[in-house]
């Protein structure tokens, strides 16, 4: 009786399935394997044009989840995408890259994908229809109030995410879904959907195409929106980095040359007087204080770096009289 169910269950999806957009053939590229190299090319990149254009009709949405990350961050909570196959792939991507990028603790930005790391290199499509494995992986982070969930799918199906998103939701936490399918039950999970319509894939299904990418380029807004919204960025520069190596060194010493309209030797005094730390370098050269001082604004403004260049100034010139 159980497996009858199953059976049915499943036959209801994979028919659901078929009628999403994203499943549908493209009247584009039929014919696909009688092109030559360069008219599939030509293809792909005439669908690709589109993206942009779909992902600009969710800004609405793609802001209010980027004031939500940035107010839950702020206060000390944690951003956690959650997916399976490629969708769980770019989110594991997007949380490795803020540490080195905005300087953050690996902690604040989290992934969770099905199959667990293992996943990030090879496929475990299994464990995709799991609502069980979506609570117990999800459960495993302790999400809270302060927390916000990202459940990132492209059909808007998958039992893992869905199960995460709701189990995050009624544990308190900020829930975002993004998809790539309108009215779809990961959408109605959760407090916020972002659609990306991007339409039926070059290669019928294969939503690691327009439907990563678009992904891809939500992911990068909901991130690097949230980071900029919290002050670890400096009009368009990312001083909040850490200098781990060579490149990122050469790269903080540019960013206080262009940031401080100083040449390259004050730059390098600057940063070497400010223990190699980028922001408090930044403070110290637009306020002209000390490395204490400047480091005392970046404290209390949460590591702010306009505000802390702003109440450092404003502290030098109560203490000037």
Do not use: W
Request: charged share 25%.
């Amino acid at each position: 009786m159980k497996r009858s169910k199953q059976a049915r269950a499943g036959r209801k999806r994979a028919a659901t399935l078929s009628q999403l957009p994203t499943e549908r053939t493209n009247p584009a590229s039929r014919d696909l394997d009688r092109k030559s190299a360069l008219q599939i090319a030509k293809i792909i990149n005439a669908e690709d044009a589109k993206l942009a254009r779909a992902v600009k009709q969710a800004l609405p949405q793609i802001a209010r989840a980027i004031d939500l990350i940035a107010a839950a961050l702020r206060r000390g909570g944690r951003l956690i995408y959650v997916g399976t196959g490629t969708s769980g792939r770019l989110g594991a991507l997007d949380a490795a890259e803020c540490p080195p990028t905005f300087g953050v603790d690996p902690k604040t930005v989290q992934y969770v994908i099905a199959g667990g790391p293992k996943a990030l290199g090879a496929a475990v499509e299994a464990d995709e229809d799991s609502r069980q494995l979506g609570r117990r992986e999800i459960a495993r982070r302790k999400p809270r109030k302060n927390d916000v969930v990202v459940g990132i799918a492209a059909s808007g199906r998958t039992p893992f995410t869905i199960a995460a998103v709701e189990y995050a939701r009624r544990h308190g936490a900020k829930t975002v879904a993004v998809t790539c399918n309108r009215n779809s039950e990961l959408g109605r999970a959760a407090g916020v959907e972002i659609v990306v319509d991007v339409g039926p894939e070059v290669i019928a299904g294969s939503s690691r195409m327009k439907a990563g990418s678009a992904q891809k380029m939500v992911l990068n807004m909901l991130s690097s929106g949230a980071m900029t919204r919290l002050g670890y960025v400096y009009d368009n520069l990312m001083v909040n980095l850490h200098l781990k190596n060579t490149k990122l060194a050469e790269r903080g010493i540019t960013i206080l040359q262009r940031a401080a309209r100083i040449d390259r030797t004050t730059a390098e005094a600057a940063l070497s007087s400010a223990g190699n730390h980028v922001p408090v370098a930044l403070v110290m050269l637009k306020a002209g204080v000390s490395r204490r001082a400047a480091a005392r604004a970046l404290r209390n403004s949460r590591g702010h770096v306009r505000e802390a260049i702003a109440a450092a100034k404003a502290e030098l010139g109560s203490t000037s009289f």
